[in-house]
C-alpha cells in the first residue's frame, strides 16, 4: 500500500478536474485552506474566526458569529453563504458535496451544490446542514440537527432529519433579535 490510497487519489483527481486547476495548485490551495480551517477552529476571538473563514473562501456577511470548532465544507468552502447576522454555533457541519464510496461512485457520484444561511438565521450547536440546503432568514435550527433539505424564512426546525415544529411570528424584523418576555 503506498503513502496515498486509490480513494485519496481518486477524490483527489476528481477535485482538481472540478476546480479545474492544475495538481500543485489545487494542493498548496488545499493545504492552505486546512491550516485556515485549524485556526479559525479553535481561534479565541470570535471576528477573527469569521475572517479566516472568509479567507477560505466561504462568502460571509456581516456582523456574523462562527462558533468553535465549525466545520465548513474543506474542498468546496466558496460553495457556502451566510448572510448577514447569522449564527453558527459551537461543533456545527456545513457541507456543499457529497458521493458515496469508491464502489459506490456509479450509483453516488459525487455532488457539489450551494448552501445558504439567510440573514439572522440561528443554526444551534452540533448541527448538520448537507449540500443543496437553504435556511431560510430569521430561522432557528434546534441543537443537533441534521438538516437535509430546505428550511422555509421565520421557521423553527428540530431533529433528525430537521422538521419544521413551527412558524415565529413577529412583526418587526428587529424583534426577532430580542430576548423572550422583555418585550425589547
Request: proline share 7%.
Amino acid at each position: 500500500m503506498g503513502f496515498v490510497s486509490d480513494r485519496d487519489a481518486d477524490a483527489f483527481n476528481e477535485a482538481v478536474e472540478f476546480r479545474k486547476t492544475g495538481r500543485i495548485s489545487f494542493a498548496l490551495w488545499f493545504m492552505t485552506n486546512w491550516f485556515l480551517e485549524r485556526l479559525a477552529s479553535s481561534f479565541p476571538i470570535p471576528s477573527w474566526r469569521t475572517q479566516l473563514h472568509r479567507w477560505r473562501g466561504v462568502h460571509i456577511g456581516k456582523d456574523v458569529y462562527i462558533g468553535y470548532e465549525v466545520i465548513f465544507d474543506r474542498l468546496y468552502p466558496d460553495w457556502i453563504t451566510i448572510d448577514d447576522d447569522a449564527v453558527i454555533a459551537d461543533r456545527c457541519i456545513i457541507s456543499a458535496h457529497g458521493g458515496g464510496p469508491t464502489l459506490l461512485k456509479d450509483l453516488y457520484p459525487r455532488e457539489v451544490k450551494p448552501v445558504r444561511i439567510g440573514r439572522g438565521a440561528w443554526i444551534s450547536p452540533a448541527c448538520i446542514v448537507i449540500m443543496g440546503v437553504e435556511i431560510g432568514e430569521l430561522s432557528v435550527i434546534g441543537t443537533g440537527a441534521v438538516v437535509t433539505h430546505s428550511i422555509p424564512p421565520r421557521s423553527v426546525a428540530v431533529g433528525v432529519p430537521a422538521r419544521v415544529i413551527r412558524t415565529l411570528d413577529f412583526e418587526k424584523p428587529e424583534v426577532a433579535g430580542a430576548r423572550p418576555g422583555t418585550g425589547t
